[in-house]
Nanobody, 118 residues
């Protein structure tokens, strides 16, 4: 079992920055990857960024050059640094951990709201 808790969301003006955190607890030694997703009202949940155990990263085209995903294994935490925020970045942001138990089992956090508005 893995528990994930996101934090760092809030209200920010366009052009501003936020850093989201995703703290993992439980069987964290078996986490294969951590992804950040977001879901705006009335829309599907979309992948924003991902990072593997080895540190390889991937990003949605809409956030490339603005968002950076990272992880601190010593703190069991993944981060999403979001710069140059736009109103269309407004959404609930979720982290998901892929846990290797012989096959991959996904665990989700509860989400954190990000609102970009003047």
């Amino acid at each position: 079992q893995v528990q994930l808790v996101e934090s760092g969301g809030g209200l920010v003006q366009p052009g501003g920055s936020l850093r989201l955190s995703c703290v993992a607890s439980g069987s964290i030694f078996s986490i294969s990857y951590i992804n950040w997703y977001r879901q705006a009202p009335g829309k599907q949940r979309d992948l924003v960024a991902g990072i593997t155990r080895g540190g390889s990263t991937n990003y949605a085209d809409s956030v490339k050059g603005r968002f950076t995903i990272s992880r601190d294994n010593a703190k069991n935490t993944a981060y999403l640094q979001m710069n140059s925020l736009k109103p269309e970045d407004t959404a609930v942001y979720y982290c998901k951990a892929g846990v290797d138990v012989g096959w991959i089992v996904d665990y989700w956090g509860q989400g954190t709201q990000v609102t970009v508005s003047s």
